[in-house]
Structure formats: C-alpha cells, structure tokens
C-alpha cells in the first residue's frame, strides 16, 4: 500500500476566527499569544479525536454503575514544542493532554541560508516504540525546521506513522519536502497558504510567529 502525507484543514469556525485575529497585524502581542494558544487547543482537539487509546470500564454515577470510556494512559503521548513560537501553541495543546511528557526542541534558522540549526534538545536518548508524538510548529514555511525535528525524532525510535504535527499556517514547499520523505505523516493546520516570499517568510502568513507572540 503507497502511503500519503495528509493534511486537514478543520472547518471549525473557532479556528477560523482566531487565525483571522493571528493574521492581523494589528493584533498586540498580547492578544496574538492568546489567539496561538487558542488555535494550538482547537487543532489539538482536532488531531487527538481519532489518535488517543481508550479503554472501557465501570464507573458508580450517585444513582447506579455505568459503563464509560477512559484514556488508556499507559501508551506514552509525547508533545514536542518547535521553540519559541511553538511555546504558544503547547500552551493550548497542554489543556487537552495534561498527562504527556513534554520535550522541547529549539531550533533557530538562518536568515541568509534559511537552513536550520538546533540550540536546545531536550529529547530523550530513545523513545518507547509505540509513544505517540504530537509537534506542535505554529508555521511550516520552507521544511527546513520541521525536517530537523523530525530527524531528530526518527533517530531516537520514534515512528512517523505515530507522529502528528499541529501547524497554525503551512506553504506547499514544507508539505512538498515532508511527503517525500515522511508520507505517513499527519498535518492539522488552520490553512495552507499560497507559497513564500523571497525571504522564507509564508505568503500572506501572519509574520513571525515567535516575535509576535513574545513582543520581540
């Protein structure tokens, strides 16, 4: 069977009116962190519906037993946070997976170059086969970051058919380089945009997600 990156865009009109308010550029940095967190909660919610194990069981309401449905904890669930602009989206995926272990991952790109280098790996030596990993990368422009992690995930046992990466606005060159060499990836985005501008930046984007979102 040929694997397929897929990539989904929830219609949620939540998602809609907050990546209206992240791509104003009117929108102080106060509010524009609160609309990144918001996003990283509804795409969050979107990309664990079908992923999170559960298990069955019983539970006594104040009236009689009922049948209910758990999370099976004992599968490990991973968040890796793409620093700094994905410390915004973690603080909304935080709210729904409060259990996960969160590893930060700091990877800054040259400007001249657009290539980028890692400055802070908190990622374990090795991974547990079956953990699921959520990334969470509030911008997929050229694939040069979102590539490096998931270097850095793959080498340390991770599977990519158990990855899913959460990404407020996306350009075709990243999906174009993820598909070729991660096709069982999941992407769940706020939208895809029509491509880049000269400089790396996403076209028409919201600008630079971690200066923005810490008033830098």
């Known amino acids: 069977m040929t694997l397929q990156l897929r990539v989904y865009v929830p219609p949620h009109p939540l998602i809609k009116h907050w990546l ?26 979107e990309a664990v519906r079908d992923w999170l194990p559960t298990e069955e069981t019983m539970v006594q309401t104040p009236l009689a037993p ?44 040259d400007e001249s170059t657009l290539t980028a280098s890692c400055y802070l790996n908190k990622l374990p030596a090795q991974f547990a086969p079956e953990t699921k990993v959520l990334i969470c990368e509030p911008m997929l422009a050229t694939g040069g970051s979102i590539m490096a992690a998931m270097e850095q995930l793959t080498s340390r046992g991770v599977d990519p058919a158990l990855i899913r990466i959460i990404s407020v606005v996306v350009a075709p060159p990243a999906l174009q380089k993820l598909s070729v060499a991660y096709p069982s990836l999941v992407i769940y ?14 076209v028409p984007g919201l600008g630079d997600a971690g200066d923005r979102s810490f008033g830098t």
Not at 21 to 42: I, Y
Not at 78 to 101: F, K
Not at 189 to 202: N, P, V
């Open 20 to 45: 209206g308010v992240a791509r104003d550029v009117a929108t102080p940095p106060v509010l524009f962190k609160s609309a990144m967190t918001e996003l990283g909660r509804w795409l969050t919610y």
């Open 66 to 109: 009922s049948p209910a449905t758990t999370i099976d904890y004992t599968i490990p669930i991973a968040v890796v946070p793409i620093l700094r602009a994905g410390l915004s989206v973690l603080e909304g995926a935080q709210t729904l997976l409060p259990l996960a272990s969160v590893y930060h991952l700091g990877l800054v790109r």
């Open 189 to 202: 985005t706020a939208t895809i945009d029509e491509g880049l501008d000269s400089q790396g930046f996403i």
